[in-house]
Nanobody, 121 residues
């Protein structure tokens, strides 16, 4: 069974940095796009950044120049380096990926369980 497992969240002061990781596990044939979303109470989940299988990156305007998304295809892992963090970056961050499981022909969309990021002094 395919799973996405996030790590790296926590509490950080404004201006600080955090690095999130998300590893895909299970029987996987291929992974297409991977990305990060975030959600705060009472608001819809929003895109933070995505990276395609070919390495094309898309960022939300609110994080451009501060966050960097990358991936290690050998490890089936996507990262989000977050610098110059602001209080408004506080949210639960979710990993997302389009994965074709082994012995299947369809690509499915998967979500991680979420990791809390809190930016506060």
């Amino acid at each position: 069974q395919v799973q996405l497992v996030e790590s790296g969240g926590g509490l950080v002061q404004p201006g600080g940095s955090l690095r999130l990781s998300c590893a895909a596990s299970g029987s996987i044939f291929s992974i297409n796009a991977m990305g990060w979303y975030r959600q705060t109470p009472g608001k819809q989940r929003e895109l933070v950044a995505t990276i395609s299988g070919g390495g094309t990156r898309i960022y939300a305007d609110s994080v451009k120049g501060r966050f960097t998304i990358s991936r290690d295809n050998a490890k089936n892992t996507v990262y989000l380096q977050m610098n110059s963090l602001k209080t408004e970056d506080t949210a639960v961050y979710y990993c997302n990926a389009d994965i074709r499981p082994a012995q299947t022909i369809r690509v499915r969309n998967y979500w991680g369980q979420g990791t809390q990021v809190t930016v506060s002094s």
